[in-house]
């Protein structure tokens, strides 16, 4: 009787719970490289490195992937889509500023 635990106190199984930047990095990872979800999880597994960098706990799988992109609002998406295009848009006007000034210094040269 004592070695069976009470309901109460059964630990949980499976894997544990991914946390919602986690998941919403590995949608846009999906998205940006156009891949189905089973690729995006092998992407993100051969280049964990990088995507730990950018703030991912742990490599969710296609179904966890496939979960978040089914749940997400429209409005939510649409959001984070002109969020990102700002980001890059600033991006490029500033890399676009850096290699005009680089070429005005090699012209001094």
Known sequence: MDDVTPPSEKK?????????????????????HRQGYREAEVYIDEN????????????????IIWRTLRGLPETYLKRLNRRINRFLSLGRRKFAQRFSRMKERSKNI
């Open 12 to 32: 949980p199984t499976g894997r544990p719970p991914v946390d919602f930047k986690t998941k919403i990095l590995a949608v846009i990872i999906k998205t940006w």
């Open 48 to 63: 964990w490195e990088t995507c730990a960098r950018h703030g991912m706990k742990q490599v969710p799988d296609h179904v």
